[in-house]
């Protein structure tokens, strides 16, 4: 019987956020080398109900629709007694779960319980040599490491954002069968409050398609209307690397980086950076790079599509230009 990988997906007001159907199309890549099948499963109150429709169009065997009036809204203890007792009931090999800050919450305790591994912020799956290998940056990005994964499983796996592409997913020829799987309350010890409301000026740059991005060689803080004009010619985000950021020249909620927002937009064009390995972590992901640096050595260099070796303040108004041109 061939072993399962589960994705346990993480929805919001019945709709999954990137970062899970990346986490789907993880799973659908390993499963193509060791020819496992992969199930899905959305936890939360009835609005997930809305969230595992969305996975049955996935390429996946099934989905499970996890519900209960004790899930919604969120709290660790709800969803650690719901899937403990889901994932005692028929035990998948890999369990794979998107990296973000609700699974970062409630996973490792999950994990305690069933006596289980948990490997956070992969970047890589693959099966070697006959074992699964799961690859994870480690100091800062500053060198990856491969954990082999011994035991019957399961384990645990939370994938970095744009560790995987959503636009890679598989699409179902026939909507996967969902099952509907009524979760026992649990002991709730929190009561949340609200939902935070960010600031209209934040940012969540992990849902952007297009950033422009700045650096040290932007030079002034009042530069920075050069490049948001850029971003807002494109219909772009605007993004900045640490030493902005740090300076108060931009909301912290702007930096990407190891320190900052991992990010995996359609255009990533960064101005003025160098490409520290600090930053570069959290951008490489990016399925198109543009950069510009008047330095033909700089590191961001390396990881580019396009360079262009040039002032900034020389190439930016051009593309500005060329840009309002194109669209008329």
């Not at 936890?43 to 996975?55: D, F, H, R």
């Not at 359609?266 to 330095?295: E, P, T, W």
Request: proline share 5%; charged share 20%.
């Amino acid at each position: 019987m061939a072993e399962t990988i589960l994705v346990i997906a993480e929805q919001r007001e019945g709709k999954l956020n990137r970062v899970s159907l990346e986490t789907v199309a993880g799973a659908q890549a390993l499963a193509k080398q060791t020819g496992w099948s992969v199930e899905a499963a959305v936890v939360g109150g009835e609005s997930a109900a809305s969230a595992a429709k969305e996975l049955a169009g996935c390429a996946v065997a099934k989905v499970y629709a996890i519900t209960g009036a004790a899930l919604e809204p969120y709290t660790p203890d709800g969803y650690v007694a719901a899937l403990n007792a889901f994932l005692s009931a028929g035990t998948p090999k890999l369990v794979l779960l998107p990296h973000t800050y609700q699974v970062r919450d409630f996973a490792p305790r999950l994990a305690a319980r069933m006596g289980a591994a948990l490997v956070s912020d992969v970047v890589g799956c693959r099966f070697e040599g006959g074992k699964l290998l799961l690859t994870r940056p480690m100091f800062q990005g500053k060198f990856v490491a491969d954990i082999a994964l011994n035991g019957d499983g399961p384990a645990f796996a939370s994938l970095q954002s744009g560790a995987y592409r959503a636009d890679k997913v598989e699409a179902a020829s026939a909507p996967a069968h969902v099952e509907q799987v009524q979760a026992a309350a649990g002991e709730i010890r929190t009561h949340p409050e609200a939902p935070f409301q960010e600031a209209r000026q934040a940012v969540d740059l992990t849902q952007a398609e297009l950033i422009v991005s700045v650096g040290r060689g932007i030079k002034e803080q009042k530069n920075i209307a050069l490049a948001q004009s850029l971003a807002d010619a494109l219909g772009a985000s605007l993004g900045a690397s640490r030493p902005i950021c740090d300076a108060g020249w931009l909301p912290m909620a702007h930096q990407v980086g190891s320190s900052g927002q991992t990010v995996s937009p359609k255009l990533y064009l960064a101005l003025g950076i160098s490409g520290a390995i600090q930053h570069v972590v959290g951008m490489k992901g990016s399925r198109h790079i543009v950069a510009v640096n008047k330095d033909a050595g700089a590191p961001i260099f390396e990881v580019a599509d396009v360079g262009v070796v040039g002032d900034l303040f020389a190439v930016v108004p051009a593309l500005i230009e060329e840009v309002k041109k194109a669209k008329g």
